[in-house]
């Protein structure tokens, strides 16, 4: 799912353009940032209400192309300087964690599946 | 034409646009054009003309009296002698005089817009004393266009192999070859967290690790640098040793030390703070994630010593193999 399509989804606000406009496969929502760097992908979407520099970071590690910030929540100006200069994109969503994944997952962008437990 | 895009799909990019927007704007008109033109006399009669068409299945022929170009004969003009049943006559009653040229050291845009401007299939090209030096149409600009961008992938493939770690390391003559990176963390600083983990792997795609194993070095580091920022006393260092066939990553720091190592290496088990777990962290999946990610790992730590922490990584055969 491309950038375009995944902000229209949510009726979101880009505010920082992927560098590449790399077409997404799955989507994980999360807050705990350990979580994401074990089950991230490449070409993963991440959703997360957590909205300090280390959301970027972990972006960033794990190839990440493009983050949502839910909850309406605004970044820090640092966070966004940051991002724009990895070249990884920003969206901003109005709505909760919940709804802005079901959004998404009804307009087709997959998820992970059953994970193996984590020992 | 899907060969040349194949190239590009081959390296995993998309053909950007703008390269060939910059490529017709560099690329020179006498690279492109075809040198070796046959041309005529404007005596020569339209029956020769036909012939000569016939044969070397052309479609439009310069005229050239005494080295000066005089005018262009086309098979339009053909079909006008035909009509006319006068293929006994010279060439000169039916060619276009003062035909369209552009000038070899002229960018293929120039060519181009010449082309649509004028509606004409084929330009003369002309050398700075307005001599005849070939003949351009848009399919001697499609082709340059593709050899150009076949060679602009060939630099690019030749500088991603020059890019490898075995060459990076070749290049550099001793009994055993490696490179150091070091880095201080501080504790509570996560607005710098993961900086140092960011630069190694950067570092790492830099001398052409592949994206996987930079990736995997990021996140186990990542993990051992926010230890670093939330359970230690005064931060401490993470220095990185990149070797040709191996990657070992070591954290350490000067206390508090970890009280019992197997504890902390269980899933979901957790001393981190309050804010520790406000930036996204605590979970108490740290260890656990960097196991994951390494090929070995060694945990040494003493309650009021320290702790030291060494990942290692093998770099994949084929990254330190190949050669051109």
Same mark, same amino acid.
């Given at each position: 799912?491309?950038?375009?399509e ?74 966004l ?16 964690m919940?709804?802005?994944c ?6 087709g ?11 | ?10 390296m ?5 646009l ?20 046959? +041309?005529?006399? $404007? %005596? ?10 016939r ?18 004969? $086309?098979v ?5 002698a035909? &009509? ?17 040229? *552009?000038?070899?050291?002229e #960018?293929v845009?120039?060519?181009? =817009? ?12 002309? %050398? ?6 070939g ?17 602009l992938?060939?630099?690019? &493939?030749?500088?991603q192999?020059? =890019? ?6 070749e ?27 960011a ?10 690790a ?8 990021a ?17 401490? +260092? ?17 206390? #508090?030390?970890?009280? %019992? ?12 703070? &309050?804010?520790? =777990? ?9 260890? *656990? ?16 010593v ?10 994949p055969?084929?990254e *330190?193999?190949?050669?051109?």
């Amino acid at each position: 799912m491309k950038t375009n399509e995944i902000v229209a989804a949510i009726t979101g606000k880009l505010v920082i353009p992927p560098a590449m406009d790399i077409d997404l496969n799955c989507g994980f929502g999360s807050d705990l940032m350990s979580d994401v760097l074990i089950f991230a992908r490449p070409q993963m979407l991440l959703i997360t209400g957590l909205t300090n520099v280390q959301a970027v970071r972990t972006a960033e590690m794990a190839d990440i192309p493009a983050i949502i910030f839910v909850r309406g929540k605004q970044p820090q100006p640092e966070v966004l300087e940051l991002a724009e200069e990895i070249g990884i994109g920003i969206i901003l969503s109005a709505y909760t964690m919940y709804e802005t994944c079901g959004l998404l997952y009804q307009a087709g962008l997959p998820a992970l599946g059953k994970i193996e437990t984590v020992q | 034409m899907d060969q040349q895009f194949s190239l590009f799909a081959r390296m995993g990019k998309d053909l950007p646009l703008t390269v060939l927007h910059e490529l017709i704007r560099e690329l020179l008109v006498g690279r492109v054009m075809t040198s070796d033109v046959l +041309s005529l006399t $404007s %005596d020569t009669s339209m029956q020769e003309v036909k012939d000569l068409m016939r044969e070397h299945r052309i479609s439009g022929l310069p005229i050239v009296d005494e080295g000066e170009l005089v005018g262009i004969v $086309s098979v339009q003009d053909l079909i006008h002698a035909l &009509e006319q049943q006068a293929l006994e006559r010279p060439v000169a009653d039916f060619m276009t005089a003062n035909p369209f040229t *552009v000038h070899l050291k002229e #960018p293929v845009v120039e060519a181009l =817009r010449k082309l649509e401007s004028t509606g004409v299939g084929r330009l003369l090209v002309v %050398d700075d004393h307005d001599k005849l030096a070939g003949i351009l149409t848009k399919g001697d600009i499609v082709a340059g266009l593709l050899t150009a961008l076949q060679e602009l992938y060939n630099e690019a &493939e030749a500088l991603q192999l020059k =890019r490898r770690p075995s060459y990076f390391f070749e290049a550099l003559e001793s009994d055993d070859t490696s490179l150091t990176l070091r880095y201080r963390v501080h504790f509570g600083d996560f607005t710098l967290g993961g900086q140092a983990s960011a630069r190694i792997k950067q570092a790492l795609l830099q001398i052409g690790a592949t994206p996987q194993l930079a990736r995997r070095v990021a996140i186990a580091t990542y993990e051992a640098e926010i230890n670093l920022i939330i359970h230690t006393d005064d931060g401490g +260092s993470i220095v990185a040793e990149i070797h040709p066939t191996q990657i070992t990553v070591i954290a350490h720091d000067a206390g #508090p030390g970890i009280p %019992d190592i197997e504890l902390a290496r269980r899933a979901g088990y957790s001393t981190a703070s &309050e804010i520790a =777990r406000e930036m996204g962290f605590g979970a108490g999946m740290g260890l *656990v994630n960097i196991n994951r990610c390494t090929d070995d790992l060694n945990i040494w730590s003493a309650v009021g010593v320290g702790t030291r922490l060494e990942m290692m990584f093998n770099v994949p055969p084929e990254e *330190v193999t190949v050669k051109n």
